[in-house]
């Protein structure tokens, strides 16, 4: 079980995803997992989401668009980490963003 969670809702965000699941996987804080979860985007997003191999990447696809709210608490209903953190699917994190983050809240 990693330490933190982190909780991506994506809807039709091919122009940004990469970048921000990029942002992610190169946090210097490397114990978290990556639940993706993609609110049936009719775009390309899923395909260059499942590009990605990384273990820590959990890539749940709904068959009906709900909302972003029921995403993340989807996301925070399926996490066993000891901190959940939430981003955007248009954002993106410096490098020591979670290190930080954990650092404060330890």
Same mark, same amino acid.
């Given at each position: %079980?990693?330490?933190?969670?982190? @909780?991506?809702?994506? !809807?039709?965000?091919?122009?940004?995803?990469? +970048?921000?699941?990029?942002?992610?996987?190169? $946090?210097? !804080?490397?114990? !978290?997992?990556?639940?993706?979860?993609?609110?049936?985007?009719?775009?390309?997003?899923?395909?260059?989401? +499942?590009?990605? &191999?990384?273990?820590?990447?959990?890539?749940?696809?709904?068959?009906?668009?709900?909302?972003?709210?029921?995403?993340?608490?989807?996301?925070?209903?399926?996490?066993?980490? =000891?901190?959940? &953190?939430?981003?955007?699917?248009?954002?993106?994190?410096?490098?020591? =963003?979670?290190?930080? $983050? @954990?650092?404060? %809240?330890?």
């Amino acid at each position: %079980m990693a330490l933190v969670d982190i @909780i991506l809702p994506n !809807f039709n965000k091919e122009k940004y995803i990469k +970048e921000t699941i990029d942002s992610i996987l190169n $946090q210097s !804080f490397k114990d !978290f997992n990556l639940f993706i979860i993609d609110d049936n985007s009719i775009d390309n997003s899923v395909k260059v989401i +499942e590009k990605y &191999s990384d273990k820590r990447i959990n890539f749940i696809k709904l068959k009906k668009n709900k909302g972003v709210y029921f995403c993340r608490n989807f996301g925070m209903r399926i996490s066993k980490s =000891k901190y959940i &953190s939430f981003i955007d699917a248009d954002d993106y994190w410096d490098g020591n =963003k979670l290190k930080n $983050q @954990i650092s404060f %809240m330890e």
